[in-house]
């Protein structure tokens, strides 16, 4: 396995995402917040089949550099998806799901990085 630094894991992801088109992102720096995870990416594709195409190509970007997640959860047909890469750990919801669980408010003391609509 290969290892990026996490600002580095973190802005890759950032942009994949941004590439597949998902929208409203951010990417928090959760070190002083949480001992789960250095840095924290939240998307939302506008559907189940955007989400899980960001998923798959997070997985596959980073699977060609021999980067592979801890874990994965979540079904495209849940509106929720996670990435978990150790220290940067990413959520992709559909807009409903987003707005379910709030977990930008979770994190609300964590440092903003990047912001993007």
């Known amino acids: 396995m290969r290892t990026l630094e996490p600002n580095e894991l973190a802005h890759q992801i950032l942009e994949i995402i941004s590439d597949k088109k ?3 992102i951010v990417l928090l720096d959760t ?3 949480s001992a ?3 840095y924290i990416v939240i998307a939302t594709g506008d ?3 955007q ?5 798959d190509e997070i997985q596959k970007q980073l699977k060609q550099q021999r980067i592979l997640p801890l874990g994965v959860e979540g079904k495209p047909e849940s ?3 996670l990435l978990d890469y150790n220290s940067v750990i990413t959520h992709l919801f559909t807009p409903a799901m987003r707005d379910f669980y709030l977990l930008d408010s979770l994190y609300e003391n964590a440092a903003v990085v990047v ?3």
Request: aromatic letters at 4%; glycine letters at 8%; zero cysteines.
């Open 115 to 117: 912001k993007m609509p």
């Open 79 to 81: 509106g929720w998806s």
């Open 22 to 24: 998902g929208i409203d």
């Open 31 to 33: 070190r002083a917040v």
């Open 51 to 55: 989400v899980q195409a960001m998923k």
């Open 36 to 38: 789960i995870s250095d």
């Open 47 to 49: 559907s189940e089949r």
